[in-house]
C-alpha cells in the first residue's frame, strides 16, 4: 500500500495552480487600490482573519512593486511574507508569497482586473490565482488533501470580501 502511495504520488503534477473568479460591479479603478495596497488587501483577505493574534508588519513603499508584508500566525495561518514584485495600474498585481512555516513554500500570486462586457457592462471581472511547484512530499500530501478546493473556498470568500468592500467604496 505504501508503495503504491509513493507511485502515484510520483505521477502527479510537478506544478499546481488554484484560481477563482468573480464580477465586481465597480471599475477597475476602484478595485486595483484594495489589492496593490497591502495595508487595504488586509481589510479583506481571508488568510489574515484566520488568527485573532496574527503578528504582522509592512516593510517598503506604501503600495505596488516592493510593498512587502510579513506574517507570523498560528497553525491556520503560519508564518512568511507575501511581497508585490509587480502591478500595473487597474489591471494586474502580482506578488511573490514566501512560507516558512507550516512548509517551506515559494508561490506566484496574480490578481487579474478585466472590463466585463455585455450585460455586466462597468463591473469587473477580478480573477485571483496561485501557482507554485510541487516537491515530492508535497505530492503525497496532495493524495489527501484537495489543494484547489482547500485553498479555492479562501480565494471565493476574500473575493466576496473583496465584493462587498468594492461596491460600497465610491
Known sequence: MVGGILVLAALRPDT?????SATIKAKPEQI?????????????NPF??????????????ESGKGA????????????GSIEILDSAPASKVTMALHMLEPFR???RVDFTL??????????????????????????????????????GT???AGLASLK??????P
Open 114 to 151: 478585466k472590463p466585463a462586457l455585455g450585460p455586466e457592462a462597468g463591473a469587473t471581472e477580478v480573477t485571483w490565482a496561485m501557482q507554485g511547484a510541487v516537491p515530492y512530499f508535497a505530492k503525497i500530501i496532495h493524495l489527501f488533501v484537495n489543494m484547489d478546493r482547500m485553498v
Open 32 to 44: 486595483f487600490p484594495l489589492i496593490n495596497d497591502l495595508h487595504r488587501f488586509n481589510t479583506w
Open 105 to 107: 513554500v515559494d508561490n
Open 68 to 79: 512587502t508584508y510579513a506574517f507570523d500566525g498560528n497553525k491556520n495561518v503560519g508564518k
Open 16 to 20: 499546481f495552480q488554484v484560481r477563482r
Open 154 to 156: 479562501q480565494f471565493e
Open 164 to 169: 462587498t468592500l468594492a461596491e460600497k467604496t
Open 48 to 61: 489574515d482573519k484566520k488568527d485573532p493574534n496574527l503578528k504582522g508588519s509592512y516593510r517598503g513603499p
